[in-house]
């Protein structure tokens, strides 16, 4: 157990310094944070319209009937669409934010330690199972929402791959130790 807690602890930072790198320094997910010169026009026009809230535009209101989501669909194809993630006010309180990601990092890393320490422990196998978790993490959310809502997903990809690959490293070389 104590193995496992200190390849979680040190495999959660690993993960964790690589996400706080790939969204700063290394600016990789600018792609998916587009800038408008007409954002303020745009934040005040949504604030006298919305209430905090997830917005798919255009979509019927609850309770439509199956024809009339059918007939917004049709009348859609090839018109603009938007989805829209709206709120009253900016939080700001990063400290905790950074927190709960790392506390979430160390966790997840807990996770797939106990799914490996009941398995043969060799350095590739370690590797290649932490590139097969990171690539099956990102396929069922990224790349799922990618397939409906249209995003660049790629640098999530590179997450993926690239922190899972880093922790790989760690955790077959650590767990494997006699």
């Not at 660049?152 to 006699?178: F, H, M, R, Y």
Request: with cysteine.
């Amino acid at each position: 157990m104590k193995k496992n807690i200190i390849a979680s602890v040190v495999g959660g930072l690993i993960l964790f310094l690589w996400q706080f790198l790939s969204w700063t320094i290394l600016d990789m997910h600018r792609p998916m944070q587009n800038y408008t010169p007409k954002q303020q026009e745009i934040l005040d026009f949504l604030g006298r319209n919305l209430e905090d809230g997830n917005y798919y535009l255009p979509t019927t209101p609850k309770g439509a009937t199956m024809e009339e989501n059918e007939k917004l669909m049709n009348e859609s194809i090839g018109k603009p669409w938007a989805e829209i993630r709206y709120h009253k006010a900016m939080n700001t309180n990063m400290p905790l934010n950074m927190i709960r990601g790392f506390l979430i990092d160390i966790f997840v890393v807990f996770l797939f330690c106990s799914y490996l320490l009941k398995g043969s422990l060799t350095f590739k196998n370690t590797l290649i199972s932490a590139l097969v978790f990171g690539l099956i993490s990102y396929l069922i959310t990224d790349y799922t929402n990618q397939i409906w809502f249209e995003t660049n997903t790629i640098p999530n990809l590179i997450d993926a791959i690239v922190g899972w690959a880093i922790v790989g490293s760690w955790l077959g070389w650590w767990l494997e130790k006699k």
